[in-house]
């Protein structure tokens, strides 16, 4: 299945972040397009989806107007990303990131600079970055791990376990771009979905319903349900997505490519810290 399921209007679009308390009200698809990777649009502050609640009229828009991207365009926009890291103005404290007082990585290895993309499935602006840090994640280098970390803004919220049951029996690769199609695109999945119904679509991807519905309950599942929680309030997380360096930088950023361009910048930066023997 094709995981690029944004248009590239979409990733320069004026993008607010999904908070945890309310549903979105921008129209995002209506949103004008940013033109020049020098000036990227504003991300204003935007309240957004509330796992439990019904999906807002912003995801609506999204996927009534969103037809497919391509490969190609998703590369074209982390390439941009990269060079813009290279050539710009290094990143600035409290406007490009916020460093996190005694912040850790979610899950720290000696040598490796760890990126985490707190996410929701719920969240409309969270599945029109997917097809662009896909794209991203895919061209690091070896010395970063890339992570993906559902956002746990609610225990009624049945998605965090079910992704760490996908991820635990190696499953996450079917199921994890087809389930922000079904929530946002085909409308097949609600925000407040129940276990079994969850189990039912991924079971559709091809995934072992009954391995997974096994996985979900687990003791490790929940362990990792809470240590999700935990780094979320350590970091300072309340809205998705957001992207944490090495659990040392929350970064902020005026677009999607902005965010990009700051977290290649903050890798650099922790590399050198790395190579002059500052350790993780």
């Known amino acids: 299945m094709n995981k690029l399921l944004f248009a590239p209007l979409l990733l320069t679009v004026l993008l ?43 995801t609506d828009d999204v996927a009534a107007t969103a037809p497919a991207a391509t490969a190609p365009a998703a590369d074209a926009a982390v390439a941009a990303a990269s060079q813009a890291a290279v050539q710009g103005p290094g990143p600035v404290a409290g406007t490009d990131y916020v460093e996190i007082t005694g912040g850790q990585p979610f899950a ?5 600079i760890e990126v985490v993309e707190v996410f929701a499935y719920s969240c409309g602006h969270c599945a029109a970055f997917d097809p662009l840090i896909t794209a991203w994640k895919n061209k690091l280098p070896g010395d970063v791990r890339f992570n993906y970390l559902p956002a746990v803004f609610s225990d009624q919220d049945n998605f965090p376990k079910a992704f ?13 771009a087809s389930t922000f199609k079904a929530m946002h695109i085909d409308r097949s999945l609600r925000p407040n979905a129940s276990s079994d119904d969850i189990i039912k679509f991924m079971a559709k991807q091809g995934v072992d319903g009954a391995q997974l519905k096994g996985t979900m309950d687990s003791f490790a599942v929940n362990a990792k349900v809470g240590r999700a929680k935990q780094f979320a309030v350590r ?45 993780n």
């Open 16 to 58: 607010a972040a999904c908070s945890r308390d309310e549903a979105p009200a921008t129209d995002i698809a209506a949103a004008p397009a940013t033109t020049e990777a020098s000036s990227p649009a504003a991300i204003p502050d935007e309240p957004a989806l509330d796992p439990s609640a019904p999906a807002a009229a912003a």
């Open 108 to 112: 720290p290895l000696a040598g490796k």
């Open 164 to 176: 760490f049951a996908a991820e635990a029996i190696g499953a996450l690769d079917k199921v994890h």
């Open 235 to 279: 970091s300072g997380i309340d809205s998705t997505p957001t992207v944490v360096v090495n659990g040392k930088y929350r970064v902020r950023g005026r677009s999607l490519e902005d965010v990009l361009r700051i977290t290649d910048q903050l890798i650099a930066r922790e590399r050198a810290t790395m190579q002059a023997g500052g350790g």
